[in-house]
C-alpha cells in the first residue's frame, strides 16, 4: 500500500512539473503577439531594454543642465536645421488605460536605456494611484491627467482613438514636433536617427506595415465621410500599405493646417468618421460580415497621407531600414522591463524590484 502510495505521489510530482515546463515554454504564446511565440523570444526582446549583463549602478546618472530654446519650427518654411535643438524639442509621447499600465512603463523603461535625458510624457486614463505615484518618480516623465470636460463627449470612450487625436495635436502646438510611441513600442535605437528624413517627408513619418493596406484596415464608412470614394481610392492605390498604429512621428508644417490637421480634428469628432459601427481592432471571424478592422485614428492618417502626398512617402527604402533599427514592438504575456525603469525624483537611484519591493 506504502509503495502505491508512492509512486502515486510520484507521478503527479512528475506531471506537475511537466505541467510548469510546458506553461515555462508557451507562457504569452497568442495570435495577438506580434510574433512573440517563446519565453526565449520574449527574452531577446527585453534585452533590447537592457543587457542582461548589466550590473545594477545607483545614482544613476542625470543631467539636464540645458534649458529648451524658443525656437520656430516649421517645415513648410525650412525651419529648424538644428538637428541637436529639434531632438531636445520632440518629446516621446504615449497613453494608456490601466490594462496596458505595465506595458507602458516597459517603453518608457526602453526610452529611458537609450535615451536618458529625453522626455517622456504619458496621458492616462484609468491607471491605478499606485502606477501614478510610480511614474511621477520615473526619470523625465511627465504624466498627464486627460480632462475629458475640456473635449467633445467622443474623446471620453478611449475605444474610438479620439483621445489620441486632441492629445497629440497638443503636444504639437506646445513643442513643434512629437514621437508618438504606443505601449507596445521597445526603442532600440535614439529617435535622433529619424531626424534628417522627417523634412522630406513633409514632417509626418511612420512606420510601414508590408502586410497591411489601408482598405483592409478602415470602415468603409470612414472613406465616405471623408468624401473619399472607396473604389477610386482602390483604383489609384491598388494594396495602398498603411502605416502602423503604434508609432507616428511629427515636425510642425503650418501648411497641414488647414488640409491635414483640420480634417482630422473634424473626424475625430464624428463617430461616423473615426470609430463607425462595426469597428474593431483585430480581425474577429465571428460568423458575420457586420466588423471591419479598422485602425481608428490612424486609418484616417493614412487616407489623408495618400489624398496629399500620393505614394512618394512610401517608397523611402532608407527610412523603413532606419525605423526598423529604432524601434520593435511587444504585447503582453511575460514581458517584466517595466523593473528597469530609473527613477529620479527623488531618490536618484535605479531601483531593484527585487530587493525594495515596496518602491515597485
Given at each position: 500500500m506504502r509503495c502505491r502510495l508512492q509512486n502515486l505521489f510520484i507521478l503527479l510530482a512528475l506531471l506537475l512539473i511537466l505541467l510548469i515546463v510546458t506553461m515555462f515554454l508557451t507562457d504569452g504564446n497568442d495570435s495577438n503577439n506580434l510574433g512573440i511565440d517563446t519565453f526565449r523570444e520574449r527574452e531577446l526582446l527585453q534585452h533590447i531594454t537592457r543587457d542582461p549583463k548589466r550590473k545594477l549602478k545607483y545614482n544613476y546618472p542625470i543631467s539636464n543642465n540645458y534649458t529648451l530654446k524658443k525656437i520656430s519650427i516649421d517645415v513648410s518654411k525650412g525651419m529648424y536645421s538644428d538637428t541637436v535643438e529639434l531632438d531636445r524639442h520632440m518629446p516621446v509621447v504615449t497613453g494608456f488605460r490601466q490594462s496596458e499600465a505595465y506595458l507602458g512603463l516597459g517603453m518608457v523603461a526602453s526610452v529611458q536605456s537609450h535615451m536618458p535625458l529625453k522626455r517622456i510624457i504619458v496621458y492616462t486614463m484609468g491607471v491605478h494611484p499606485k502606477i501614478m505615484k510610480q511614474m511621477r518618480s520615473m526619470c523625465n516623465v511627465e504624466v498627464r491627467n486627460v480632462d475629458f470636460n475640456k473635449y467633445p463627449r467622443i474623446v471620453s470612450k478611449p475605444e474610438s482613438r479620439a483621445w489620441r487625436v486632441y492629445m497629440l495635436m497638443e503636444?504639437?502646438?506646445?513643442?513643434?514636433?512629437?514621437?508618438?510611441?504606443?505601449?507596445?513600442?521597445?526603442?532600440?535605437?535614439?529617435?535622433n536617427l529619424l531626424l534628417p528624413y522627417i523634412k522630406n517627408h513633409k514632417g509626418i513619418i511612420g512606420k510601414l506595415t508590408p502586410n497591411v493596406t489601408v482598405v483592409s484596415s478602415t470602415h468603409p464608412e470612414t472613406f465616405r465621410s471623408l468624401n473619399v470614394n472607396l473604389k477610386t481610392f482602390e483604383g489609384k492605390f491598388p494594396n495602398a500599405v498603411a502605416i502602423s498604429e503604434h508609432v507616428l512621428v511629427v515636425m510642425n508644417n503650418s501648411q497641414l493646417y488647414d488640409t491635414f490637421w483640420t480634417p482630422l480634428r473634424h473626424c475625430a469628432e464624428d463617430w461616423k468618421c473615426i470609430a463607425p459601427k462595426g469597428s474593431t481592432?483585430?480581425?474577429?471571424?465571428?460568423?458575420?460580415?457586420v466588423e471591419h478592422t479598422h485602425h481608428y485614428d490612424l486609418s484616417v492618417v493614412n487616407i489623408l497621407m495618400y489624398r496629399h502626398f500620393g505614394t512618394e512617402w512610401t517608397r523611402d527604402a532608407g527610412l523603413a531600414k532606419m525605423m526598423d533599427r529604432v524601434v520593435d514592438f511587444a504585447k503582453s504575456g511575460g514581458l517584466h522591463d517595466y523593473l528597469w525603469a530609473h527613477y529620479c525624483n527623488p531618490p536618484k537611484m535605479e531601483i531593484d524590484c527585487t530587493l525594495d519591493k515596496s518602491k515597485c
Open positions: 503636444v504639437l502646438a506646445e513643442f513643434g514636433a512629437f514621437f508618438y510611441a504606443s505601449p507596445q513600442v521597445r526603442f532600440r535605437a535614439p529617435v481592432p483585430d480581425w474577429v471571424d465571428n460568423g458575420t460580415t
